[in-house]
């Protein structure tokens, strides 16, 4: 079984489109000859989560830990232990930025399997 770590999602989205536009009008013997090329390039960012240093040591946090399990350095009861640690951390610091967004109810950590 392959296993590997998905890495925190990214904090912004890009969003590009691109417009072309050409028109080409030809004759024959009495060579006439026309072309046109249009272009239009928009690029758009949106950020989707505010990025705070307590979000930031917790996706961090995680992505560890879950490298340390593929890699064998911890087991599965380890995972357990230390996402919780690091989820209480989180609450804990994030709640003291932010006392409204946080509930202090416990989650079940990401199954290793």
């Known amino acids: 079984m392959i296993r590997i770590c998905a890495e925190p999602p990214p904090d912004t989205a890009t969003a590009i489109v691109t417009q072309i536009d050409t028109q080409l009008k030809a004759q024959a013997k009495g060579v006439t000859a026309e072309s046109t090329l249009k272009d239009k390039l928009e690029e758009s960012i949106v950020v989707l989560a505010h990025r705070t240093a307590a979000l930031d040591a917790f ?29 209480d951390a989180f609450v804990v610091s994030s709640s003291k930025a932010e006392p409204s967004s946080l509930s202090n109810s416990k989650t079940e950590p990401p199954s290793p399997h």
């Open 59 to 87: 996706r961090i946090g995680i992505y560890a830990l879950c490298q340390y399990y593929i890699n064998g350095a911890i087991t599965s009861a380890e995972v357990k232990s230390i996402f919780e640690k690091l989820l």
